[in-house]
């Protein structure tokens, strides 16, 4: 990483487990592990924010692999990270319902595999 010097991190398919959390220095993580929604299933999420940055994490009431913050630089926005296991029935009502929960504007980060049926809509 030399020579960049990145604010956000998001990053997906983490497969980071509880047991290992990955923390630098210089920023702040949000993590949501694979294990705490089904433990057969691979994945999680995580952003890391520069602690410069002045952020918060938003709470999502979910069964998605998803984490989400809102950040302010020159404007206050929302990064949101997500991942969609390659079998996950995912419904259009679960998509609709985490966007409606974001506050705008936000950026939508994902892995979403795009298997589902919804995608062919």
């Known amino acids: ?45 995580t952003i890391m924010i520069k602690k410069t940055i002045p952020h918060r994490q938003i709470s999502l009431n979910t069964n998605l692999q998803v984490v989400a913050v809102t950040l302010s630089l020159h404007k206050t926005m929302t990064l949101c990270s997500i991942y969609i296991p390659p079998r996950y029935p995912l419904g259009g009502n679960e998509l609709d319902q985490l966007i409606s929960r974001l506050p705008s504007p936000f950026i939508l980060f994902g892995d979403m595999n795009a298997h589902s049926t919804i995608w062919r809509n």
Not at 8 to 32: A, G, M, P
Not at 33 to 38: K, L, N, R, T
């Open 1 to 45: 990483m030399r020579g960049y010097d990145p604010i956000v991190f998001c990053c997906q398919e983490t497969y980071l487990k509880s047991t290992n959390i990955i923390n630098f220095r210089k920023y702040s993580s949000y993590h949501i592990f694979s294990e705490a929604i089904d433990t057969r299933t691979p994945g999680g999420v």
